[in-house]
């Protein structure tokens, strides 16, 4: 069983940076592709970017290309959100996903979720 704890987020004002992570324990890491969604209040979940398991390739949403950055370090079961260059409108509730072998940009793919992390952006 996998399980996700994430860590980072909080108020950043517009234009600034957060990193978010994602330490996994249990299964194998390695063979887990790693999502980012986010969800504002009274929105569906979204899509942010994805990174695959073994290839490592990357997924961004036109939204948030240029300005983030997914990564993996498989010896520390961690994935990371690098998000730079805030907007307010990048606000909600950002959780990581897991699921095997390759990203999707579907939440019903995914079958382990963090508990999620809120990032706040406003001056």
């Known amino acids: 069983q996998v399980q996700l704890i994430q860590s980072g987020g909080g108020l950043q004002q517009p234009g600034g940076s957060l990193r978010l992570s994602c330490t996994a324990t249990g299964g194998t890491f390695s063979g887990y592709a790693i999502g980012w969604f986010r969800q504002a209040p009274g929105k569906e979940r979204e899509f942010v970017t994805g990174i695959s398991a073994n290839s490592g390739r990357t997924y961004y949403d036109e939204s948030v290309k240029g300005r983030f950055t997914i990564s993996r370090d498989n010896a520390k079961n961690t994935a990371y959100l690098q998000m730079n260059s805030l907007k307010p409108e990048d606000t909600a509730t950002y959780y990581c996903?897991?699921?095997?072998?390759?990203?999707?940009?579907?939440?019903?793919?995914?079958?382990?979720w963090g508990q999620g992390t809120q990032v706040t952006v406003s001056s």
């Open positions: 996903a897991a699921k095997l072998l390759w990203a999707s940009v579907t939440p019903k793919e995914y079958n382990y």
